[in-house]
């Protein structure tokens, strides 16, 4: 059995983030489910003071579950002080100033903390030399999307052998570069560049983003990559039915999950919710947007600063734990997804795994996301159809209100199942080219 290196960059830079995003989630997954289930040796790559270094597999299962702490990931509801405060909002016993005032960011001072927790916790070690160290015909899987940096990439040149899989969640920033700053779209287009020069193959997690890589692949002369479409699984968590909560059944709210971006287009929502309450006043049904602010947030947050009559109504939380955030989705009317453009949309599933409507804006990808599911498809341009949807979901009674029933989850042992054959079959590919001659 061949050797599995995982580059967890993305994971070992973690204690910046104060809860882990969608990118995060998947990279902690395939960590997960390899350091213990790869039969043959699997070790970590993670960026040091000396480069990328290697690290092997017992210290770095203890520096995960450390990260996992240091982000809460995993405590319960009842001690999550987000969702406490959030279940307050709901129940009208507190109100903001500024629906923006639950966000909470990681200083620099919890952030150097959170590095020293992690080095503590694992051992203190600087790991060993990639190009000597890594066993011959290793295997190489990158799922963090954080090619960009290639200085930690370049001893991939050193090693022929190794064999070289990346994953690419899309290519948002540059198919709609109005939606992103330039040093994103800069960014992006040096992981794009790298992961053409440095992969053997490639995993995406739709066939819309298939499409958009395979394009860009081509037009940098690489379009014989082999590119395999896993759509990405339901969590664990969200396999297990959330308790019932009697105080969030008593407020009618909707939810929307993920980074605060303006691509992610929670502006229409804000503006839905402007009309509601010009309509509707004090029987307005609560909005929760659960996310951390991105890049370009910028617009999303002024305008919920200036809103003062959307206050008492929308709540944006940041730092929720896995199962808190479960039984927020559980409880909603609905889960909404307006976005302009997803990789995949992994929110719809966690919704409709536990239950939830889901109403999400007609792209492809949300297609696949929510394929047998009963998923309501919206323009993402149309405002007046989603204030006429939301409004009919918000006065309906519970009992009257269709929940996703009968949808089929994928689980993480269906999709690894996925992931494994397609690393198996391009491995004797790429072993059989090398074998006529040809490039690998």
Not at 3 to 17: E, F
Not at 53 to 73: H, V
Not at 94 to 103: E, L, M, R
Request: aromatic share 8%.
């Amino acid at each position: 059995m061949r050797s599995l290196a995982l580059d967890l960059t993305r994971l070992g830079l973690g204690p910046a983030r104060l809860a882990p995003r969608g990118i995060d989630r998947v990279e902690l997954a395939y960590a997960r489910y390899f350091l213990t289930q790869w039969p043959g040796e699997c070790v970590a790559i993670l960026p040091t003071i000396l480069g990328a270094r290697l690290f092997g597999r017992e210290q770095t299962l203890r520096g995960l579950a450390a990260l996992e702490k240091l982000w809460q990931e995993n405590i319960q509801p009842s001690e999550d002080q987000a969702y406490l405060r959030t279940k307050s909002f709901l129940a009208g016993q507190t109100a903001t100033a500024s629906p923006t005032g639950q966000i909470l960011k990681p200083r620099v001072s919890d952030q150097a903390r959170g590095f020293i927790q992690i080095v503590s916790a694992a051992g203190f070690s600087f790991g060993h030399s990639l190009a000597r160290e890594l066993p011959k015909d290793a295997i190489y899987l990158n799922v963090g999307q954080l090619g960009v940096f290639r200085p930690l990439l370049s001893w991939l040149h050193r090693r022929p052998d190794v064999r070289a899989f990346f994953m690419l969640h899309d290519l948002i920033p540059l198919e709609y570069p109005k939606h992103h700053r330039p040093i994103g779209i800069r960014l992006h287009r040096s992981i794009v560049k790298n992961t053409a020069e440095f992969a053997h193959a490639i995993i995406v997690a739709s066939d819309a983003v298939r499409t958009t890589v395979h394009d860009a692949m081509s037009w940098l002369g690489r379009g014989d990559l082999p590119i395999h479409v896993e759509l990405l699984p339901v969590p664990s968590e969200f396999l297990v039915p959330a308790a019932k909560d009697a105080e969030l059944a008593r407020v009618p709210y909707f939810i929307v999950c993920g980074t605060i971006d303006s691509y992610k287009n929670h502006l229409l929502l804000l503006e839905v919710w402007r009309e509601l309450v010009a309509r509707q006043g004090a029987r307005v049904p609560k909005l929760i947007i659960a996310g951390s602010p991105g890049v370009t947030s910028r617009t999303v947050l002024d305008v919920l600063k200036t809103s003062t009559a959307i206050h008492r109504h929308v709540i944006l939380i940041s730092g929720l734990s896995t199962p808190a955030l479960r039984n927020l989705i559980a409880g909603a009317r609905a889960l909404l997804m307006p976005s302009l453009a997803e990789g995949f949309g992994l929110p719809i599933v966690e919704a409709l795994a536990q239950g939830t409507p889901v109403i999400a804006s007609d792209i492809p990808a949300h297609r696949e996301a929510g394929r047998g599911g009963g998923v309501t498809y919206l323009s993402p341009s149309d405002a007046g159809l989603w204030s006429s949807c939301i409004g009919r979901l918000s006065s309906a009674a519970p009992a009257d209100i269709t929940r996703a029933r009968g949808y089929q989850p994928k689980t993480w042992q269906d999709y690894f199942a996925g992931i494994e054959s397609f690393i198996a079959r391009q491995v004797a590919a790429i072993g059989s080219r090398n074998t006529s001659g040809c490039r690998g």
